[in-house]
């Protein structure tokens, strides 16, 4: 037997270098290292003679995300306001993926780059990145937008989906990545995606209002309602193709009547179909933008009928907030007799020509009517989002203070808001309520100041304006107002009409019965004592 003296020490035995810092794990862990490298060189000894020209170029346009952002470009420009969201939520994403996997990750991992040895030359980048391997930083940022778009529009997922598919395997196709690089940068983007809609929810996910139950009658397929359709409104954000199509592939059993704006009025055609339905025990279905639901909706009252909403307009607010995406959803809602009681905003005149009005969701005065019109006189022309900054350039540049007089007391503001129920957020023109019939009108009113046609010009080109000491915000059921100067516009439910002299704004709690369907986890109904 031999003794070891206190004073020597066993001899290391030395491991062969390894081509990057392996993990801690035994076994697991050389077992994937082994079959990284395997998979790697199978992909790089295949020949793929169609990829030779497409995968390449494809890894360097999405160099420091570059592919993405004119995608995102794109589909803001062409795709509408759905679009539009799916692109700001792909690209926000996008941003944070990219700054965790090249501040945190990459620099804690530091794995060297593959050897270039087996990849043929034709497929190598002609600038190789000096960043560590893991995990892929171009994987990641594909998956980000790709996955973001896809949690606020599906369709537009679709389309991207492939692309983004494409870039991560070119990493490991040029032979920059190894697979687990590219793997794990997927999944890195794919949480970011999920972070993002935990912290801004999708329209799909937030979850609509509880409201009262209505009685509303079942009809399968459609069969007792009337649809009309205004072919006029902005349906290309919800689908292409003919809008008529659309709600008669939803509802096959349903009247369904286009409006020709060379024929009746679009009120008055509205109206001869809700006393039709009404004498059969049937319902009024619309399908076009605010304001023609807003038509819809004074029929409907008018002849005590439910109204049932499809999508079909450039924004479409008072769907989006019942929960309402597409005509599948109201017809769902339609087959079972699902269906909800909402609030109606009035509007009295004092002038005995005129006569009062509603909105389903907004009313104001000041500079947004100009802009609604200034924006939809361009809108044919150019396009929705094009037509709205040339409106707020236009309008903004000579707009002037209004003198009225709010509750009987003299003001000098931009802009009086009131919505129909309380909208969340402190902006002036917000645009998604918590509840349809909680009773009270949201009334802002932006009062002129120093400087203030710059917040202007943000609420026209973005939205909410954050909150401001120009702005006072309050919950009421009655707002009066008076000493408007003749020719001040209106705008109801994104509608202009000319002014009077003086106005009342009154609630109307629970008069419309809407139907709604209940897709949505978190949706349901409660009777109206409950509430």
């Given amino acids: 037997m031999n003794w070891r003296r206190s004073g020597d020490r066993a001899p290391r035995r030395r491991t062969p270098a390894a081509p990057f810092a392996e993990p801690a794990g035994g076994r697991a862990a050389r077992t994937l290292t082994t079959w990284d490298h395997v998979l790697f060189h199978e992909i790089a000894l295949r020949h793929w003679p169609a990829a030779e020209r497409v995968l390449p170029r494809m890894s360097r346009s999405a160099n420091h995300g570059l592919l993405w952002f004119a995608a995102a470009g794109a589909m803001a420009a062409l795709g509408g306001r759905p ?46 990145p000096i960043t560590t391997s893991f995990p892929s930083g171009h994987a990641a940022s594909a ?220 009313f104001s005065i000041g500079v947004y009517p100009e802009l609604v019109r200034v924006r939809e006189s361009w809108a044919r022309r150019v396009g929705p989002w094009p037509a709205r900054v040339l409106a707020a350039v236009e309008v903004l540049r000579a707009a002037a203070p209004t003198e009225v007089r709010v509750n009987g007391v003299p003001r000098r503001v931009w802009l009086v808001f009131a919505g129909n129920c309380s909208y969340g957020g402190r902006g002036s023109a917000p645009v998604h309520r918590v509840d349809l019939a909680d009773g009270l009108l949201d009334v802002r009113v932006l009062h002129a100041g120093r400087f203030p046609r710059t917040r202007l010009l943000l609420a026209a080109l973005t939205g909410p304006v954050s909150g401001t000491p120009l702005q006072a915000v309050t919950r009421t059921r009655r707002l009066e107002l008076s000493d408007l100067p003749p020719g001040e516009l209106l705008a109801f439910d994104g509608e202009v009409a000319p002014s009077a002299g003086r106005l009342t704004l009154t609630k109307s709690n629970e008069a419309l019965t809407v139907y709604r369907t209940w897709n949505h986890p978190g949706a349901r109904c409660s009777s109206s004592s409950a509430r």
Avoid: M
């Avoid at 509303?216 to 809008?243: E, F, H, K």
């Avoid at 055609?269 to 639901?293: E, I, K, P």
């Fill in 143 to 362: 998956a980000a937008f790709a996955v973001g778009v896809a949690l606020e529009s599906p369709r537009w997922g679709a389309a991207v989906a492939p692309v983004a598919w494409s870039v991560a395997f070119s990493r490991i196709y040029t032979g920059v990545h190894y697979p687990s690089d590219v793997l794990a940068g997927l999944a890195l983007g794919s949480g970011a995606a999920l972070a993002v809609r935990g912290l801004a929810l999708t329209r799909v996910r937030r979850a609509p209002p509880v409201l009262p139950c209505a009685d509303a009658p079942a009809l399968p397929g459609g069969r007792g309602l009337t649809v009309v359709v205004n072919t006029r409104s902005g349906a290309a954000g919800y689908g292409a193709g003919d809008p008529v199509a659309r709600v008669r592939a939803a509802l096959p059993h349903a009247e369904v009547v286009a409006w020709d704006p060379a024929g009746p009025p679009l009120d008055e055609l509205l109206d001869t179909a809700a006393r039709a339905a009404a004498v059969r025990g049937g319902a009024l279905g619309v399908c076009g933008g605010d304001g023609s639901v807003n038509a819809a909706a004074r029929a409907a009252v008018g002849h005590g009928v439910p109204l049932a909403v499809l999508p079909g307009g450039t924004r479409d607010h008072f769907a989006h907030d019942l929960g309402i995406t597409s005509a599948a959803d109201t017809a769902r809602a339609v087959a079972s007799g699902q269906a909800v009681a909402v609030d109606l905003g009035r509007v009295a005149f004092d002038a005995p020509p005129r006569r009062g009005g509603l909105f389903l969701n907004t």
């Fill in 83 to 128: 679009a539009r969201r799916a692109a700001v939520r792909g690209v926000t994403s996008l941003a944070i993926a990219s700054a965790t996997v090249n501040t945190v990750v990459k620099r804690a991992a530091r794995r060297k780059r593959p050897l270039l040895d087996a990849v043929p030359v034709v497929r190598r980048l002609r600038r190789q």
